[in-house]
């Protein structure tokens, strides 16, 4: 295969809402020009000649992952090739984390540390384990472990589990599996197993939520808001799709003159949705996110959150909830509803 007809394959899928289905799609990806191309398996056609995605780089491309094209949220539910396969499966390894209740202050920075060695998370869920479940994690740590609330990950990229090893030999507040098989065990345990159930609290909250553009910098986000004091009482990473996305934001059709493009932009990738309290918290923590221009935010408050990672009214890296009685409701929407459907 010639370097610029090396591609991914991948087998996608996406809900059809309006039909009630399934279909099923093989996606290609194109190394050399990061262009895709679609074809519909049933009946066998092309839907998408090869075109250029703005946003997409083959970072996005890994079995599990999500990818938007098209305003279509796809899927990828196993690879198209043995090419494919066999480049994925080594340089996307899926490894398992904690982050355990002793470094609940820091751990927006080892989110950061853990990024920066090029590794990224496809799961992060906040909860607890009981003592019994934590000992079939780690025996050793299993009082640590099970003391309050820890962050369970997923973690993906080159060598990923022999990296996160060497991390965790040097960070006391993480626990890394000790090999690969360990990892693929421990992911089943906690996250197919025993579905760790969400932590908030959907009292005196606001929602935030790192918009999917911003997730790079998710680490740096949720250190901010340790360090202003608020509690981060539930934290999680979502993929959601078009229609609950417009769901979700039904309250600003009308209001925001870029509502649809917010709302493509919310289903375009992972986010991390936090349940945040303290003291008149919706007011509070609206004052560190910041105007909802970032271009008025660098110009009125500089040291805010969309100030610092906002790009444009549509990208402005972060929703928070605007209105007091609503907080409970925007993270119950996404630590009650979302998590019934997704099980």
């Known amino acids: 295969m010639s370097s610029s007809a090396a591609r991914y394959s991948f087998f996608v899928q996406w809900h059809d809402h309006q039909a009630d289905l399934i279909r099923r799609y093989m996606l290609s990806y194109y190394l050399e020009s990061g262009e895709v191309e679609m074809n519909c398996i049933e009946p066998k056609r092309c839907f998408l000649r090869k075109t250029t995605v703005d946003g997409l780089s083959r970072d996005h491309f890994y079995k599990g992952a999500y990818v938007t094209i098209l305003n279509r949220q796809l899927k990828i539910v196993d690879y198209g090739d043995t090419f494919t396969k066999n480049s994925l499966e080594k340089l996307k390894e899926s490894s398992f984390m904690i982050i355990k209740p002793e470094a609940y ?3 927006g920075q080892i989110i950061s ?10 799961k992060m869920q906040m909860g607890k384990l009981t003592k019994d479940q934590a000992a079939q994690i780690s025996a050793e740590s299993a009082e640590a472990l099970s003391s309050d609330v820890l962050v369970a990950c997923v973690v ?7 990296q996160l090893a060497a991390y965790a030999a040097g960070e006391p507040g993480v626990y890394a599996s000790a090999d690969f ?8 345990l906690v ?3 025993w579905n760790l159930t969400p932590t908030a609290l959907f009292n005196n909250c606001s929602l935030l939520f790192v918009r999917p553009h911003a997730m790079q910098h998710a680490g740096e986000i949720v250190n901010t808001i340790l360090n202003a004091n608020f509690e981060i009482s539930a934290m999680q990473q979502f993929s959601v799709d078009a229609v609950n996305s417009l769901s979700f934001l039904e309250v600003y059709r009308g209001v925001l003159p870029e509502f649809n493009d917010i709302a493509t932009e919310m289903s ?5 949705a936090m349940e ?7 007011a509070a923590l609206r004052e560190i996110v910041g105007p909802h221009d970032p271009e008025i935010a660098k110009h009125l408050r500089p040291d805010t959150i969309r100030a610092k990672y906002g790009q444009d009214r549509v990208k402005n890296a972060i929703h928070c909830t605007d209105l007091p ?19």
């Open 191 to 193: 996250f197919n197993t």
């Open 325 to 343: 009685e609503d907080g409970m409701l925007e993270s119950e929407f996404f630590f009650r509803i979302l998590q019934i459907a997704n099980n």
């Open 113 to 122: 540390a853990v990024k920066s060695h090029g590794l990224m998370f496809t």
């Open 276 to 282: 945040i309290r303290q003291k008149d918290c919706v």
């Open 268 to 272: 375009s990738g992972p986010l991390l």
């Open 105 to 107: 202050q820091r751990m």
């Open 181 to 188: 098989d360990a990892a693929q065990r421990e992911i089943g």
């Open 156 to 162: 993906a990229g080159d060598n990923a589990t022999t």
